[in-house]
């Protein structure tokens, strides 16, 4: 964790759907906390797990100094964190937080579309009672797979929120989902897109929005799963093989295993950040073999397969040779 250290005490754990639980945070000594915009994340110290950071965006108003609010999903295969924050912190613990980043933040528009997917919800929602607040026109399709699974349904569906956010369920088949292409068929004037969410759901409005000639600069992306902001794959994953070409060592990159994890555990040290394919810090130059890009990081812009970022990007091809 990079910058100040926050020491936050847990002040209320809430079930708000099967698997995800939000946290309230207050400052340990009772005092205001640094002031956040709608798209924040703060990085929390995993306890029980050396070294472990995870960033969880903050879902509640940015207006509110005296409280962050996360909500965590449950995910029994993922690498651990979801999991030590739903069984290891408790009412009344104290955590340490970095001081609130944004890398997905609300800009000036006309109006806003806002498409979330499953716990990607969290930052729209900052977003959501910011715009209510603001008198700002605003509209939010928000996809599950069934009530049971909708994190903030009541206060979603309260009659403060509910003319502007539409719940789409799926029942675990996508194709009965939203239907992307058909929202983004038209643009505003001065309409911006949020979407934060899965994979598969991200690359949907991606294609509608490009179908459809919405500016690159007006859409704006973030991937989510249970661990946090990261890229989640929604791809059937196979191991390929690594080359580091400053030294010839072929390394093997498993399914369900970063590129930038498994250089790590070879004593291969890669600049990174945020580690959710948004930032561009582990940019890195591809020699040979041919990308299969999973970042965020390119926008509206195509991504050349002449680099990639290591941290959720994978491969194509059965080799890549990497300029490292």
Aim: charge should be negative; include cysteine; hydrophobic fraction near 40%.
């Amino acid at each position: 964790m990079t910058g100040i250290t926050l020491r936050v005490r847990v002040a209320r754990i809430t079930r708000e759907a099967e698997g995800i639980q939000s946290y309230e945070l207050v400052a340990a000594d009772g005092g205001a906390l640094p002031a956040f915009e709608a798209g924040a994340h703060v990085d929390v110290t995993v306890p029980g797990m050396e070294a472990a950071l995870r960033p969880y965006s903050l879902c509640n108003d940015p207006a509110e100094t005296h409280r962050y609010v996360i909500a965590v999903q449950r995910d029994d295969v993922g690498r651990g964190g979801s999991r030590a924050m739903h069984e290891r912190v408790h009412e009344g613990d104290t955590l340490e937080v970095s001081e609130p980043r944004n890398d997905f933040p609300l800009l000036f528009a006309k109006s806003y579309v806002l498409i979330a997917g499953g716990i990607g919800v969290t930052p729209l929602l900052s977003m959501a009672r910011a715009l209510q607040r603001t008198g700002a026109q605003w509209l939010m399709h928000y996809c599950t797979r069934s009530p049971e699974r909708t994190a903030f349904l009541e206060l979603l569906s309260s009659p403060s929120f509910a003319g502007n956010v539409h719940v789409h369920h799926d029942g675990g088949d996508p194709s009965q989902g939203l239907p992307v292409c058909d929202v983004l068929a038209t643009r505003g004037p001065g309409t911006r897109l949020y979407c934060c969410g899965p994979v598969g759901l991200m690359k949907a409005a991606r294609e509608a929005a490009t179908l459809h000639k919405w500016p690159w600069e007006k859409v704006h992306f973030e991937s989510f799963t249970a661990e946090g902001i990261g890229a989640a794959s929604g791809h059937e994953e196979q191991d390929f093989e690594v080359v580091i070409r400053s030294t010839g060592q072929v390394v093997r990159v498993p399914a369900g295993q970063s590129v930038l994890n498994v250089l790590r555990a070879h004593g291969l040290t890669v600049p990174s950040d945020c580690e959710a394919g948004s930032c561009g810090t582990c940019l890195t130059r591809v020699c040979e073999g041919t990308p299969e890009h999973r970042d965020t990081f390119f926008g509206g812009m195509s991504a050349d397969d002449s680099r990639m970022l290591v941290c959720v990007s994978r491969a194509r091809s059965r080799r890549l040779v990497l300029d490292l």
